[in-house]
């Protein structure tokens, strides 16, 4: 048992001040009023964000792809190019190892939880590994090592586009045809149950370029957890999706499945009013990535419209070029006041941007992953991140002023102090506990992949 003393904290009630939360087994167990000498001692707590987007493996990328390649018109090559080289050098222990730092620096960061959408599967070449799902259990040790929350989303990638096009090079590493990814979807939820009760398993259907309709059709009955799917992120898979499915991405599913809250749909930074209404009327969560969608040059998401018509969103750091929690969320509304010349996008008479953003992702994360959080109430994990506000950057403020503070300052990374994944305190003064051996173990995982790749 522990308890936990806030001088303020973001229930499910809103704004409450000298708050006690008492948290027994991973969980919630009552949210009082009052001041208890043996408390953990915050100045504010907040629930904890699931991420529900990442590839971990790309951390290792992070700053390397930075350079435009010989056509100028090829603004994806030099990331696409340094990603298929750097894939053949991946071995299981390289991942364990840099899935280990991603998973602390999000926990660093406010994520109490992570959807890794892992799709890395086999061995240079496409060649299988003893065990399907040898690189699921690196993910999963990974997980266990931090202490983070998991759901697990093994990923279904058939081939190289809609055009059925085998899969070359790097990518053969990811590929499996409906039964190989049937049995590696049973090994890996194997390997899930040895980790604490909150690990979870879902299916990713990666893409309709690299999933076809009938295999899109069987994967989704495969598991009655979450299901996630690249949809409508760049226009030249908009342009592809049209010509051989008939419609454009968005259209084309919400009109040959029956979308619903088990649903997270990332990025659809390309979709039409229309598709953004509809897609908001089905309970579906969109994964949102604005630090990655502004890396790789995705789009602007149509959020105003989206979050008006009821639409549910959550944040997830996808390549994990920059993982920050705060900032994506500035960075999603900052890219809606660019496009409408406006200020305070997201924010609604009764709540500022940031408060509507903050919950919004918290909420629509713990949705998407599956995973009963995102809320400061009873009965729920104890995901929480306790924040100091004694300092230059938040001043003491309180309430909405306080988390404006912390989303749109640009230092919000540097006041959180603590945070707990299901109960499990893991970030303490800033610092994940086992921030030296996991950094170190990354550091030589780079220096043997090398510079040059
Ligand atoms: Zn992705």
């Given at each position: 048992m522990e308890?936990?003393?806030?001088k303020q904290a973001l229930t499910e009630n809103g704004w409450e001040n000298n708050v006690v939360v008492e948290t027994s087994d991973g969980r919630i167990i009552s949210v009082i009023s009052g001041v208890s000498p043996k408390c953990t001692q915050v100045d504010l707590l907040l629930p904890a964000s699931a991420n529900l987007h990442s590839h971990a493996f790309q951390r290792a990328m992070a700053g390397l792809t930075e350079t435009r390649g010989p056509n100028p018109r090829d603004t994806f090559w030099s990331w696409r190019h340094l990603m298929y080289r750097f894939l053949d050098r991946l071995t299981p222990d390289h991942v364990e190892a840099i899935a280990a730092l991603v998973f602390m620096e999000m926990l660093e960061a406010g994520h109490a939880a992570v959807a890794e959408f892992h799709y890395l599967h086999h061995a240079v070449g496409g060649a299988a590994y003893a065990d399907p799902a040898e690189m699921a259990?690196?993910?999963?040790?990974a997980a266990q090592a931090t202490g983070i929350g998991l759901t697990l989303l093994p990923v279904l990638y058939m081939h190289g586009g809609c055009d059925g096009r085998v899969l070359q090079g790097g990518q053969q590493r990811f590929g499996c045809g409906i039964d190989r990814f049937n049995a590696l979807h049973e090994a890996s939820s194997k390997h899930l149950k040895r980790g604490p009760s909150d690990f979870k398993i879902g299916v990713a259907p990666h893409s309709l370029r690299a999933v076809d309709p009938n295999s899109l059709g069987s994967v989704i009955s495969l598991s009655d957890g979450?299901?996630?799917m690249h949809l409508a992120e760049q226009e030249a898979e908009v342009t592809e999706v049209e010509t051989h499915l008939g419609a454009r991405p968005t259209e084309w599913l919400?009109?040959?499945?029956?979308v619903d809250p088990s649903w997270c749909l990332i990025h659809c930074t390309q979709m039409t009013s229309a598709e953004t209404e509809a897609l908001a009327r089905t309970g579906a969560v969109v994964g949102l990535s604005p630090i990655t969608e502004s890396n790789l040059g995705d789009g602007i998401f149509n959020g105003t419209q989206f979050f008006s018509a009821g639409g549910r969103f959550g944040i997830g750091s996808?390549?994990?070029v920059h993982i920050a929690l705060f900032e994506e969320l500035c960075t999603l509304d900052y890219s809606q006041r660019l496009r409408d010349r406006s200020r305070a996008a997201m924010a609604v008479p009764s709540r500022s941007a940031g408060r509507v953003l903050f919950e919004s992702a918290t909420r629509g994360g713990a949705q998407a992953l599956a995973r009963d959080s995102g809320r400061i109430a009873p009965g729920a994990l104890a995901d929480l991140i306790g924040v100091e506000t004694g300092n230059e950057w938040i001043c003491d403020r309180r309430g909405d002023?306080?988390?404006?503070?912390?989303?749109?300052?640009g230092r919000g990374?540097?006041?959180i102090r603590d945070v707990w994944s299901a109960g499990r305190h893991v970030v303490k003064e800033g610092r994940h506990q086992a921030r030296e051996s996991i950094t170190l173990q990354f550091r030589n995982v780079l220096a043997e992949l090398g510079q040059d790749i």
């Open positions: 308890l936990i003393h806030a259990t690196r993910i999963v040790s979450p299901i996630h919400l009109d040959a499945h029956d996808d390549s994990n002023t306080a988390l404006d503070s912390l989303i749109f300052g990374r540097d006041c």
